[in-house]
């Protein structure tokens, strides 16, 4: 029982994060039919984006000597860790927006996938500027709430697993009720289904695809920083994560946003039970699972079946 609980306590937190990323992955592709490569660089940014706020929250409170490098406890306290949650959120919308303008739209509607390097460039780029400034050193970022271990017949369970897994689910269910019942989330999915249509019904499918990318972006930034207090901040944090978070997308279904999201906490969980059992096969696993169900049910587990017109 306690394994038990340890495997399902830190898969459904790593998971909440791969699945709120795999959203974001569909998000830009249905709307947009491309994906955003520099995912993993913008989980990075978003982190050291939220650990800078809260170093300068920390001076500002002048509770003692601030370290950016071992941030103290009292730093994330109170307001402190949601001011800084919502700002690397909404400056990655922004950047989002940046990335859109800059590497996607030039190659809109054009044969190739010009976007795919253009995209993965924006994102070697955003590294880079971002080693310029913070350098390439992991940061240690205090959870709100503490790193004492609550223990529930006897696992021990980290508070900013519970914190992960708590914003994850509200984050989706937010996001799910806007797309399936408010005006936006219908004419994202227009678009989505037929931009020219849409057009034509007087859907702004530039605003749509805009927002599509700035809210992708914007659950990169908070993931980033929501995983920060258990991996350290890093620079090279987020490529494994994008990167297992778009094979959670891959496996429940890229044009699903309920299947990414099943497929994110299913490879969450997948991780955390190999990972105890030995984590030199947590990889192998993994992506061992990707192939097989991609050679069995090519679109997915919910992904919708493609048609080719002839």
Not at 89 to 115: D, Q, S, T
Not at 152 to 163: F, K, N
Request: glycine letters at 14%.
């Amino acid at each position: 029982m306690t394994t038990l609980i340890q495997v399902l306590v830190s898969g459904l937190a790593i998971g909440g994060v791969y699945a709120l990323i795999a959203m974001s992955f569909s998000i830009t592709f249905t709307t947009t039919k491309t994906l955003n490569f520099a995912q993993g660089e913008f989980v990075a940014v978003g982190a050291f984006l939220g650990v800078t706020v809260l170093y300068l929250l920390a001076r500002a409170g002048g509770g003692g000597e601030v370290s950016f490098a071992s941030l103290p406890p009292w730093a994330s306290a109170g307001l402190n860790y949601p001011v800084a949650t919502l700002v690397a959120g909404l400056v990655l919308g922004v950047l989002g927006l940046l990335l859109f303008v800059v590497a996607v739209r030039p190659f809109a509607g054009k044969a190739g996938m010009n976007w795919v390097m253009s995209t993965i460039g924006f994102g070697i780029i955003v590294q880079s500027l971002g080693l310029a400034v913070w350098g390439p050193a992991p940061v240690n970022v205090p959870s709100p709430f503490g790193d004492d271990v609550i223990r529930v017949a006897g696992a021990g369970i980290r508070p900013q697993e519970i914190l992960i897994l708590a914003v994850a689910i509200l984050l989706m269910l937010g996001l799910d009720r806007v797309m399936r019942g408010t005006r936006i989330g219908k004419a994202m999915r227009a678009v989505a289904s037929n931009p020219q249509a849409a057009s034509l019904m007087g859907i702004n499918v530039a605003a749509m695809m805009l927002g599509a990318y700035a809210l992708s972006s914007l659950l990169a930034g908070i993931g980033g920083l929501l995983v920060a207090p258990i991996a350290s901040a890093s620079l090279f944090l987020g490529m494994g994560i994008a990167l297992k978070a778009f094979s959670g997308a891959i496996v429940g279904g890229l044009d699903n946003p309920r299947g990414c999201i099943v497929g994110g906490f299913a490879l969450g969980l997948l991780e955390s039970g190999v990972a105890l059992w030995s984590a030199e096969w947590r990889e192998i696993v993994i992506f061992l699972l990707i192939i097989l169900v991609l050679a069995v049910r090519p679109n997915g587990l919910f992904g919708a079946q493609s048609l080719d017109k002839v």
